[in-house]
């Protein structure tokens, strides 16, 4: 089956970077918001970034207009009906997306594929709430989604395996690199990634060295381009840590349950580079 037409569903953070690269990979694209204010604010980010780059010599003026010209935003999913294609990348709740899923279905023409870009949801809820299982899959990009070559394509034991051919193709016609997963929480990145995090803290709090040393050693002696302590500040300690609480929901291995430490953290506001405080503190 061939991809022409993409929806997105958010205009967040992900959402903008997924619909920047989709239209600049020459797919029309729809993306949808909650209200018209998000939709402009959404829509307003990526101009800026095209804009940006053509400014700054990366990105030819050209370009930058056919890219601008192929994206278009509306507020209600029905704007969705003519995808081939549809990435979810609404708020981090599985209530919410398995509604969602349930609307795309009744909309989307009965070929298209319906994706999500969650992290830590279950997908195969998500597929079980749409009468088209089969052709629903995770597409788990990452942040910042234009500059971050990978994606985690997930599949649930119902996803058809032509479905995963096509969204796999779709992923590198985008530029990107797919890696092939499970339904399982957290994929792979973040089933490895977490724990390492959750550990840094653990040995921190034990006093076997200071924050700055323990960056510095992963750095040095793996090399990482950045430290635990700094990654997590960057990623922000609220979503490390409700990221652990699901995979330690889902698995029940000690491991995955938050530490102590990042738990008051959170609790005390600290939430990283987002609050100007985290493991370091951020601005003046
Ligand atoms: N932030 C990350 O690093 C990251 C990385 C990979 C995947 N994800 C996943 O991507 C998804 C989005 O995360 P984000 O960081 O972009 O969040 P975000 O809060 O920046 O964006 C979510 C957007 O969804 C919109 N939204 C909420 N309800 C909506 C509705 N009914 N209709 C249309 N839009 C709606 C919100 O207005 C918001 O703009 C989540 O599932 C998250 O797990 C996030």
New binding site residues.
């Given amino acids: 089956m061939a991809i022409t037409r993409v929806g997105v569903?958010?205009?967040?953070?992900?959402?903008s970077g997924i619909v920047q690269v989709t239209a600049q990979a020459g797919f029309e694209t729809v993306v949808?918001?909650?209200n018209d204010e998000?939709l402009k604010r959404?829509v307003g980010r990526i101009r800026q970034t095209l804009e940006g780059l053509t400014e700054k010599g990366k990105l030819d003026a050209k370009a930058k207009d056919a890219a601008l010209a192929r994206l278009s935003g509306a507020v209600g999913?029905e704007h969705l009906k003519a995808c081939d294609l549809v990435v979810?990348?609404?708020?981090?709740n599985q209530a919410?997306?398995n509604e969602?899923f349930a609307k795309l279905d009744t909309i989307c023409p009965p070929h298209a594929i319906l994706a999500?870009?969650?992290?830590?949801?279950n997908v195969t809820a998500i597929a079980a709430a749409t009468k088209r299982p089969a052709q629903v899959l995770g597409l788990?990009?990452?942040?910042p989604v234009p500059l971050m070559k990978l994606v985690e394509v997930a599949r649930t034991i119902l996803t058809d395996d032509a479905v995963v051919k096509t969204s796999t193709e779709w992923v590198r016609a985008l530029g990107k690199v797919p890696v092939q997963t499970k339904d399982a929480t957290a994929f792979i990145v973040n089933r490895l990634l977490v724990p390492y995090l959750l550990d840094a803290v653990r040995v921190y709090e034990g006093g076997l060295a200071s924050l700055e040393d323990i960056d510095q050693a992963m750095k040095l002696g793996c090399g990482y381009p950045m430290g635990p302590f700094t990654l997590l500040d960057l990623?922000g300690l609220d979503?490390a840590m409700y990221v652990a609480e699901v995979m330690f929901e889902e698995f029940r291995e000690p491991r995955y349950a938050p530490p102590a430490l990042l738990k008051r953290m959170v609790l005390a506001g600290h939430l990283g580079r987002k609050t100007g405080r985290g493991f370091y503190t951020y601005g003046s």
Avoid: D, P, Y
């Fill in positions: 569903v958010g205009c967040g953070l992900m959402g949808i918001e909650a998000l959404g999913l979810e990348a609404m708020t981090e919410l997306k969602t999500t870009n969650t992290s830590s949801c788990h990009f990452f942040n990623v979503t």
